[in-house]
Every structure is written in structure tokens, then in C-alpha cells.
């Protein structure tokens, strides 16, 4: 109740828009749907500005009716007056004017009813904004509530992620002094026992290989060049 008078008091003044036509706050209970209270009055809301369009639209048809009554009866005052009338056209008048005096009673009944909606829909939406109020004002608590578990779950992941990180770090390297320990003392033969392989070592073996190819072709062109010299002594001989 007392958040209730507090939203009262903050919409005073306020011009809010009629909320059923409103998609804005519609999308709002896209997640989570609405309250039935809210949609039970959400219900009334739409009922009011239904009887409101229908009573404008009786209203126009109603005038518009006038308006033709109004044309006719002219008419046969028109005929009276050059005494050109028939008893049949006194009769139209006379129920032209009966059925402007009914029409004039409805449209004082519905203008009365029209006058008095306006504050109705208004009140009806004061109180469904009331209510939307308390439902935001309890989501964002809830939604808060949970995003902050959340911010705290993630942090402590993340600690703990770095711990893991290190940890992973500390046995590589572990692992890697191992390696080069046992390599230098025992040889590679016997590394086999331990199953103990390292992308190091599979990058450094095309290496080494490239150097002994690099190493065999300067050794065969040296010889190349050497026979080709002892050739070239000959044939000056």
C-alpha cells in the first residue's frame, strides 16, 4: 500500500497515454505476461473506449439521419407554402418531425453517456498504470536481485579461471623442465618410457633435417666443384 500511494502521488499531474493502445507497454509483459489483475482491468479499459467509439459513430449516424429529416421537412414546407402540398406530404412532415424529436432524445442520452467516459477511461487508466507500476517495480527488484547473483557468480569465475590459467601454466612449465632434465641425462631413447612429447621437439626435428639436407648438398657441390677443377688442370696439361 504504501508504494501504491507513492505511485499515486507521482502520477498526479501527469498525462499518460490511454495504456491498452500503447505497444511500448504491451512489450513489457512480452517475458512474463501480464497479472490477471492487470488483465482484468486492461478488459474494462477496452470495453470503455468501445462503448466510446461506438457512441460517437451512433452519434454521426444519428445527425446525419437529422440532417436528411431536416432536408425533407424543408421540402414540404416549400409545397405548403405555394400550396402545392398533398395530405400525404403533411404526413411525411409530420413524421419527419416525430422521428427528429426521437433522434434529438437519443442523442441527448448519448452525449450525456459520452461526457461522463472520458473521466471514466481516465480513471481506469490511472489505476491500470497503478498496477503496472507495482508489477515493474517488483520485476526490476527481482530482475536486480538476480543480476547481481549473476555479476558475482561471473566474478568468481573469472578468479577462478585466472587460478586455473596459472595452474595450467605452472605444470607445462613443470613438465617442460622435466623434459629437458631427463633429455639432457638420458637421451630421447629413453623419454620413449615416459611417453613425453612437445611440440619443441616435433618443430625442431624438420629443422634439424633441413640442416643436414642444407649440410649434404654443399658437401656434393663442393666435390662437383673439385672434379671439375682437377678436369680443367688436365686439359691445360
Not at 99 to 114: Q, W
Not at 130 to 149: H, P, Q
Request: hydrophobic residues 30%.
Amino acid at each position: 500500500m504504501e508504494n501504491e500511494q507513492e505511485f499515486k502521488q507521482a502520477l498526479i499531474g501527469k498525462k499518460l497515454p490511454v495504456l491498452v493502445l500503447d505497444q511500448k507497454w504491451h512489450r513489457l509483459f512480452a517475458i512474463h505476461g501480464k497479472t490477471e489483475e492487470i488483465i482484468k482491468l486492461e478488459s474494462s479499459l477496452k470495453e470503455l473506449l468501445g462503448k466510446q467509439g461506438k457512441l460517437n459513430q451512433e452519434i454521426k449516424e444519428l445527425k446525419r439521419l437529422k440532417g436528411k429529416l431536416m432536408d425533407s421537412i424543408v421540402q414540404n414546407m416549400d409545397s405548403i407554402s405555394k400550396e402545392t402540398h398533398s395530405p400525404l406530404q403533411e404526413r411525411k412532415m409530420e413524421e419527419d418531425k416525430r422521428l427528429i424529436d426521437e433522434i434529438n432524445e437519443k442523442l441527448d442520452v448519448y452525449e450525456d453517456e459520452l461526457l461522463d467516459l472520458p473521466e471514466q477511461i481516465r480513471s481506469v487508466n490511472g489505476e491500470l498504470m497503478i498496477l503496472s507500476m507495482e508489477y515493474f517495480y517488483e520485476k526490476i527488484r527481482v530482475n536486480k536481485s538476480e543480476a547481481d547473483e549473476i555479476a558475482e557468480w561471473i566474478d568468481s569465475v573469472r578468479v577462478e579461471l585466472k587460478k586455473n590459467i596459472i595452474r595450467k601454466q605452472n605444470r607445462e612449465i613443470n613438465n617442460r623442465e622435466i623434459y629437458s632434465y631427463l633429455h639432457d641425462i638420458l637421451g630421447p631413447e629413453v623419454l620413449d618410457l615416459f611417453d613425453i612429447k612437445y611440440q619443441e621437439e616435433e618443430e625442431e626435428e624438420p629443422k634439424e633435417e633441413q640442416n643436414a639436407q642444407a649440410g649434404n648438398t654443399t658437401e656434393a657441390d663442393q666435390t662437383s666443384q673439385d672434379g671439375n677443377t682437377d678436369q680443367e688442370s688436365k686439359a691445360e696439361k
